[in-house]
């Protein structure tokens, strides 16, 4: 999983890239069975002391990472955040069994950023050296890319 643990790494420096987006950035493949190394290696990788890992539904996986001070505070003051709750990457892991009975894995990735007043910000980055990893990854552990 040290590939997963690279994206991860990788991640805050492409922060400045960021875009504000309606759709979430994600990249997604196909697996015959349900694929249990992928979705313990999600878990497992989300073991940092920075990282909250989460389970929203029966579905979905997300690692919740906090971003360096400096990035932290240029997302607030961009994107009106507030610094009670602070601005976090979200890897965000769904495997989906679908009607053919194959299972169906996005693997998403957005940062959230809190306000006082309204709802949360979330916003995207477009990097595609990073969407080519996930997709060889997703591919090493037996997935068929899904081209959207």
């Known amino acids: 999983m040290t590939t997963f643990r690279a994206i991860l790494l990788c991640v805050p420096m492409i922060v400045a890239s960021c875009t504000q987006d309606v759709a979430r950035y994600h990249t997604a493949a196909v697996f015959p069975e349900r694929p249990v190394a992928l979705i313990e ?5 989300c073991s940092d002391q920075t990282e ?10 997300q690692c919740w990472v906090y971003l360096p001070p ?4 240029a997302l607030i003051l961009v994107h009106d955040g507030t610094h009670e709750d ?8 769904r495997v989906m069994r679908q009607t053919d009975q ?7 990735n957005y940062i959230n950023i809190p306000r006082p007043n309204g709802p949360d910000v979330q916003i995207v980055y477009k990097d595609e050296a ?5 997709s060889r990854m997703l591919d090493e552990l037996g ?6």
Do not use: C, K, M
């Open 143 to 148: 997935g068929e890319p899904i081209r959207e």
């Open 102 to 108: 194959r299972y169906r894995a996005d693997i998403e």
């Open 52 to 61: 909250t890992f989460r389970r929203p539904d029966a579905e979905t996986a």
């Open 86 to 93: 602070l601005p976090q990457l979200v890897l965000q892991l």
């Open 41 to 45: 290696g999600f878990e497992s990788a």
């Open 70 to 73: 400096d990035v932290t505070a």
């Open 130 to 134: 990073t969407q080519r990893s996930i």
